[in-house]
């Protein structure tokens, strides 16, 4: 059974510029969460969604958006980067939210220059 | 808020030790999580503990639950080099998504 797959894996973007990022969960999972990890704030929640509707949303700036698709595909948009935006980006699924444990992708590793 | 504190963060340990990582959280939980991040690699789901005295084992590890004093432990029984990696513990609270600890750097050294 194929994992949580993400792409890109890597980019390299510049301050102001936009980028979408993108999440396939495990076959069967309709539950998709983002995080954010920097060395310096650790794991933070940015996103969830089940069954194409946002549940939750973390502490971040409206610059930060994403969606769920009817196949439980899910992406992440950042618009206007900024150098702090420099994180690796990890996505992950569940069949269902708040009751099943959550199987991480590989990440986005994401450098704003 | 629910605050989760693990202790310690860095942790180097002589091959065959044992030792114990500690997670504290703040709020009743319905969930605890242990994973595990090898560097530049992704979240790898160790354990997930449910109930007031709660324990998993896998190989060396062994995770435990006191949902009264609202800590779990990790536990490492003769440590190997293959476990050098970063610990974290994450909690769930019901319906506010998972909130994870700083993660707990571990190097295992012959």
């Known amino acids: 059974k194929a994992g949580v797959t993400q792409t890109p894996r890597y980019l390299i973007k510049t301050r102001g510029q936009q980028v979408t990022l993108s999440c396939s969960p495990i076959s069967g999972h309709r539950s998709v969460s983002w995080y954010q990890q920097t060395p310096g704030q650790g794991l933070q929640f940015l996103f969830e969604?089940?069954?194409?509707?946002?549940?939750n949303k973390g502490n971040f700036p409206g610059r930060f958006s994403g969606r769920q698709f009817s196949n439980s595909r899910s992406e992440m948009n950042v618009s206007t980067l900024e150098l702090g935006d420099s994180a690796l980006y990890l996505c992950?699924?569940?069949?269902?939210?708040?009751?099943?444990?959550?199987?991480f992708g590989p990440g986005t590793r994401l450098t704003v220059l | 808020e629910l605050k989760v504190e693990q202790n310690p963060l860095f942790l180097s340990m002589q091959e065959g030790k044992n030792y114990t990582i500690y997670c504290n959280y703040s709020?009743?939980?319905?969930?605890l999580y242990w994973y595990r991040q090898d560097p530049g690699k992704s979240l790898e789901s160790l354990f997930v503990l449910l109930s007031n005295g709660a324990v998993k084992q896998e190989g060396r590890l062994m995770a435990s639950l006191d949902t009264k004093a609202r800590l779990s432990t990790l536990h490492i029984t003769a440590a190997v080099h293959d476990l050098s990696a970063t610990y974290f513990c994450?909690?769930?609270?019901?319906?506010?998504?998972?909130?994870f600890g700083k993660g707990t750097r571990l190097s295992v050294i012959a």
């Open positions: 994450a909690v769930d609270s019901g319906n506010t998504p998972l909130v």
């Open positions: 992950a699924s569940s069949f269902f939210p708040d009751t099943d444990t959550q199987y």
């Open positions: 969604y089940f069954s194409e509707t946002q549940r």
């Open positions: 709020t009743t939980s319905d969930r």
